[in-house]
């Protein structure tokens, strides 16, 4: 009799699951997918375009070092190549780059340099306000031509023979950048100091 209760026992603790409660799991799996899945992949975005705005960032203080090292003017520039947005350093200010002594960094082929400074309309975020700024003029974007004189004070830079480099900037500097794949954008502000920094929208703010 204990026997015959014992494998009873037994055979019922080893039956699995039922159908039911394997729909149930699964259900319960795809639904923490649908609502997870689209976050990471957004932070996955985000991660790319901060990263691209802090290496524009970096390009910048390399320019700004470069231009008080040689005592010079130099810019930083923009270029798309084979459909690939760069940022260079335009060591001559001939406007194109120099491939045997111009700094040099590929964007990544879904990022873009917007045509400039976002309106806060149709989706796109609000320009940039740069906090603690007392100047009253209106910041410079990119349609300007970023410059750095031999003091390393940025300037809004004018071609010419010679170009000019008119310092201190009437304000601050903002260049925005576009995310292609997720419509997302990203920015890179300079001081009238010269400080710069990468800077990331996050549908609100920029931070």
Do not use: H
């Not at 990022?111 to 400074?117: E, I, K």
């Not at 740069?130 to 349609?143: M, Q, R, V």
């Not at 997720?182 to 990331?200: E, M, T």
């Amino acid at each position: 009799m204990n026997r015959r209760l014992n494998k009873f026992r037994k055979k019922r603790n080893q039956r699995g699951f039922s159908l039911t409660e394997i729909i149930v799991v699964v259900l319960v799996i795809l639904v923490v997918a649908a609502i997870s899945i689209p976050n990471m992949v957004k932070a996955w975005y985000d991660s790319q375009l901060r990263t691209c705005a802090f290496e524009i960032s970096d390009l910048i203080q390399q320019a700004r070092m470069y231009a008080t090292k040689q005592n010079k003017t130099v810019t930083v520039r923009f270029q798309v190549t084979n459909g690939v947005t760069q940022a260079y350093i335009d060591v001559n200010n001939n406007g194109s780059w120099d491939s045997t002594n111009e700094p040099i960094i590929d964007l990544g082929r879904q990022f873009t340099m917007a045509a400039g400074a976002p309106a806060g309309s149709g989706g796109n975020p609000t320009s940039y306000v740069l906090p603690g700024d007392s100047t009253t003029g209106t910041p410079c974007d990119n349609t300007c031509t970023l410059g750095f004189s031999s003091r390393g004070l940025p300037c809004s830079y004018v071609s010419g023979t010679p170009g000019t480099c008119s310092t201190p900037a009437a304000s601050y500097f903002v260049y925005y950048i576009q995310d292609g794949q997720s419509n997302g954008w990203g920015a890179v502000s300079v001081s009238k100091a010269g400080r710069s920094n990468g800077l990331l929208w996050n549908g609100t703010s920029w931070n």
